[in-house]
């Protein structure tokens, strides 16, 4: 029974659409896969983890994307930097390259991109600086900039290929960030904020303990993460939410000063080696500054969300035994959830680790051979 | 798209959609071709709903029918059936594009831009709103949509709130709308609207929202607004001084004729401000200086911060002491008058009212002194127990007290009433957490008598939190740590349990915080006057805040060699032995 404010008792409505996907989820199908495992036993459940995670499968998938332009993807036309960018991003993290023919095929095709935003352009920056060509970064030469909604993401990618921009002070909802002033703290907003505020430090006029508050409580109980308040578990989150999380713990690192001195990591916001995330680099970039270590330290830290059962919904639930990653079972594989998923995941698996210290054996599910 | 199912295609669906795709790029070339050339004839139009309607997403075409609109628009000479005409096809356009995909981030922003061209009424908007509500309760698009309207066309936020009601009343998980209620209420209670000053309304949604938390504990919704309201009753936006360098009844000790010491090696020292939150607008005409010592009459004011910030938390400031006259011991009274005039400006934008005056003395001498020993009780490894009158930690609460006079009445009412509540709730994680947050709120606005039972409290339950609900585990131990550094130097008995001087260290003040299972740092505003700080076997990973502290105080050149600090902290889960040293200007 609910009682509203005016006093009078009412019915329990009966469900929404999400309430009800949400129980259809998380009772039919998340603990049951969940319990169907569990109820393995732990040979079984380690070729479960390898199985699902075949390298070549994905490897697959992704470069069969990169091949096709085919007549399914019309509707993502304006979107294609995009896929590239989350295919070849992919492939990096699996540890694996692109071989040339098609490398220069996508430099090729970047170039000749015409319908140019804010967006695609930072797709298309990462895209090369992920296949470590500088020089293929003049092919860009053309900027232009379409007007178009200005929100948090706008921000966040005009900054992030380095444009200058007014600053939208948006507001902070309890403590995460949405896309506009009144919105929704959302996942995607609250980390383009937040990495845009990083990228400019000015992190200080944020309030990062309530922004934890938030960003903690989003791991929902199928482990996976929200991007919002009681809404559904979705494996893309595991990106946005998890390097909130990431970016927030550099901003807080240990520290011990006795004078300060410049970083020698500076002007190296996208380092080619790195294959998680070039925004990590940013952040590290500006929290090394000024106060710094003159001896780095390895600090093994448990992380403040639940990083293995995180791994294990991504590669449970998310993971297409045909290669590919899903927002959740059900739903079909793309290559916006490959790549997020796969990003986040790496994150989750480095949880633990320093800076790009390798992560241990106990801090990945399955082998270590699904270090990513 | 962001859940767009994609579907795998036959031979004949293949061969079909390669004839659709081909029909397509020449559609997109044709258009491509009128954009640049800037060509609007109703074809062109026309071509470009086409390509909307196969594609919602392709953001080149709204902007396209922009220009046409504008380019529309200035040949009719302002004839309003015409403008409405116009206009009115836009919306159609848009309406078919949402029916397509609801989530259309330009279509929404495209209807956006023709409402702001002054046209459709409010009930039109609002009935098409209530039809996508009816499919998607949490369409942010359509939130955000409606607030647009709302502000737009000035309707009532008190109607708004009423609509809040309903659809909260319909279904109290949808977080969307008590999402809406925290904004309008916000707003309302900003402007002081009548009827909604905070005393009143902010317990009434307390108990609105424990309809919602007792129904069904596990839904998010109710307890994500109740940490709001507990934000609204707790926090003052005004910017509040929290401490300073030197403090309030303080004596600092200067030498005049030393060589060696760079801390007086520029003949002056820092004066330091702590805010509880970034504050722009710290400068010699909002912060005045009332001394004999000659020479700071302008002074310079920075902000420690990152890179060029114009804010923070953390204002210094030099004040020079050295002059062509001797100085034979003697004494100087600066007196601090901050907010007398207004220009301090916290970054979201609050005005630093409450006006503050500090006063602290500084000796000035020829030679480097022996500073007089206090209160020396017994003594454990070179550490002896400092003397817990002085006045040092007076200054330290009564800031404090001073802040936390701000209209409590109601405010420690609520969280008391909520506090007993919270006690009567069974074993359950998120009750345990709220509780803890009642609690902390509440030890924030009670005087010094009380603080230390509720902190015992709070930190029981972090303790079984991190048994109950191992998930959030290092959560937990993180805020265990802020709640136990803030009952440390929340008042002088719990302090001056921890504090003592350090005879190999020219007694300076020692504040020793080892054994704890500290994790992080915090209340670091509070510990400004501290010269020796112990962290050694604890488990931290960070030390936020302390860099902040640290890096504005100067460093005596015997304090810079690297023997002097110990090797660090290494961490493992067993032992972490460091001892940091934050050196400080000699007393």
Not at chain 1, 239 to 268: D, G, K
Not at chain 2, 560 to 565: D, L, S
Request: glycine share 6%; proline share 3%; aromatic share 10%.
């Amino acid at each position: 029974m609910l009682a509203s404010s005016s006093g009078v008792i009412k019915e329990l409505p009966s469900m929404t659409v999400s309430q009800r996907e949400q129980f259809l989820v998380l009772n039919d199908v998340v603990f049951r896969i969940y319990s169907d495992f569990d109820a393995c036993d732990i040979a079984t459940q380690k070729f479960t983890y390898n199985r699902l995670f075949l390298i070549y499968k994905q490897l697959d998938y992704l470069t069969n994307g990169l091949r096709q332009r085919g007549p399914s993807l019309s509707s993502l036309d304006a979107n294609r930097p995009w896929l590239c960018y989350w295919i070849i991003h992919s492939i990096a993290l699996l540890g694996e390259s692109v071989d040339d023919d098609l490398e220069s095929n996508t430099i090729d095709f970047l170039g000749r991109c015409q319908l140019a935003h804010l967006g695609t352009s930072y797709a298309a920056v990462n895209t090369l600086v992920t296949l470590g060509i500088d020089k293929a970064l003049s092919s860009i030469d053309r900027w232009v900039l379409d007007v178009g909604e200005m929100d948090v993401r706008a921000c966040y990618l005009a900054i992030s290929i380095a444009s200058i921009l007014n600053i939208v002070d948006d507001e902070i909802t309890r403590g995460g960030i949405g896309g506009e002033p009144g919105s929704e703290a959302h996942a995607g907003n609250t980390y383009c904020g937040l990495a845009t505020m990083a990228l400019i430090t000015e992190v200080d006029r944020l309030n990062l303990d309530s922004l934890m508050d938030w960003v903690v409580h989003q791991q929902g109980v199928e482990m996976g993460f929200h991007g919002r308040t009681n809404k559904l578990v979705d494996g893309c989150y595991t990106f946005w939410q998890v390097n909130l999380l990431f970016l927030f713990v550099s901003f807080i690192r240990l520290f011990m000063c006795f004078h300060e001195y410049r970083s020698s990591h500076e002007e190296n916001a996208h380092d080619e080696d790195d294959l998680e995330d070039s925004d990590d680099d940013d952040s590290d970039e500006n929290s090394n500054e000024g106060l710094l270590l003159p001896f780095s330290y390895h600090l093994r830290v448990r992380p403040v969300f639940d990083s293995l059962n995180l791994q294990r919904y991504v590669i449970l639930c998310s993971m297409v035994l045909e290669g590919g990653l899903r927002n959740k079972p059900g739903k079909p594989r793309d290559f916006y959830h490959t790549g997020y998923c796969l990003s986040g995941l790496s994150v989750a698996q480095h949880a633990w680790s320093k800076d790009k210290d390798t992560p241990m054996n106990g801090d990945i599910l399955g082998s270590y051979a699904n270090h990513l | 798209m962001h859940g767009r199912p994609r579907k795998a295609y036959k031979p004949e669906e293949e061969a079909a959609s390669a004839a659709k795709a081909a029909k397509l790029r020449s559609l997109q070339f044709q258009f491509m071709s009128n954009h640049h050339n800037k060509i609007y004839t109703k074809e062109a139009v026309d071509l470009s709903t086409k390509l909307l309607e196969i594609n919602p997403e392709a953001y080149t075409a709204w902007n396209y029918r922009k220009l046409a609109v504008e380019d529309k628009l200035s040949r009719i000479e302002s004839d309003p059936d015409l403008v409405k005409t116009i206009l009115d096809e836009e919306l159609t356009v848009v309406e078919s594009a949402l029916r397509q995909n609801f989530k259309s981030y330009g279509a929404w922003h495209h209807r956006k831009w023709v409402l702001g061209k002054g046209h459709s009424s409010v009930g039109n908007e609002l009935r098409l709103l209530d039809k996508f509500q009816k499919l998607d309760t949490r369409n942010f698009h359509a939130w955000n949509y409606r607030r647009f309207v709302v502000e737009l066309t000035n309707r009532s936020e008190q109607d708004e709130l009423q609509y809040t009601d309903a659809m909260i009343g319909s279904d109290f998980s949808n977080y969307s709308a008590w999402h809406n209620r925290s904004v309008l209420l916000s707003s309302l209670l900003a402007r002081k609207a009548d009827g909604f000053l905070p005393n009143k309304k902010i317990p009434d949604e307390y108990k609105l929202v424990q309809n919602a938390i007792f129904t069904d504990e596990d839904d998010q919704s109710g307890w994500f607004y109740h940490l709001w309201l507990l934000d609204q009753t707790v926090n003052v936006e005004t910017p509040l001084l929290t401490s300073s360098w030197p403090s309030h009844g303080s004596r600092i000790n200067l030498s005049a004729g030393c060589l060696n010491d760079s801390f007086s090696e520029s003949g002056s020292f820092p004066l330091i401000l702590y805010f509880d939150q970034a504050v722009g607008g710290v400068s010699s005409s909002t912060v005045t200086i009332d001394t004999e010592l000659k020479g700071n009459e302008d002074l310079v004011w920075e902000p420690v911060s990152k890179k060029n910030s114009q804010v923070s938390c953390v204002w210094v400031a030099r004040l020079k002491y050295i002059s062509s006259e001797p100085c034979f011991g003697k004494e100087y009274k600066v007196k601090v008058k901050i907010g007398n005039s207004p220009g301090i400006v916290s970054s979201r934008g609050c005005n630093f009212s409450a006006s503050y005056e500090f006063v602290f003395t500084a000796h000035v001498h020829d030679t480097v002194e022996e500073s007089s020993q206090e209160g020396i009780v017994s003594w454990t490894d070179g550490f002896d127990i400092w003397d817990a009158e002085s006045k040092d930690l007076n200054a330290l609460t009564t800031l404090d007290r001073s802040n936390a006079q701000m209209d409590s009445k109601w405010r420690q009412e609520a969280i008391a009433e909520e506090i007993d509540l919270f006690r009567e709730l069974p074993d359950s994680k998120i009750g345990k957490l709220t509780l803890a947050r009642l609690l902390m709120a509440k030890a924030m606005i009670s005087d010094d008598a009380v603080k230390g039972v509720h902190y015992n409290e709070i930190l029981e339950l972090y303790k079984d939190l991190m048994a109950l609900d191992s998930s959030h585990y290092q959560y937990y131990k993180d805020v265990h740590s802020v709640a136990l550094l803030r009952k440390v130097t929340s008042s002088t008995e719990d302090l001056s349990g921890h504090l003592f001087r350090c005879r190999n260290m020219n007694n300076s003040v020692c504040l020793r915080l080892n054994n704890l299972s500290l994790s992080r740092i915090a209340s670091v505003e509070k510990l400004l006057f501290v010269q020796m700080l112990d962290l050694s076997h604890n488990e931290l990973h960070s030390t936020e805040g302390l860099g902040n502290a640290t890096s504005l105080l100067p460093k005596s050149e015997s304090q810079q060699n690297p023997e002097f600090f110990s090797s660090g902290l290494t961490q493992t889960s067993e032992t972490a032995e460091s001892v940091g040293c934050f050196t400080q200007p000699h007393r």
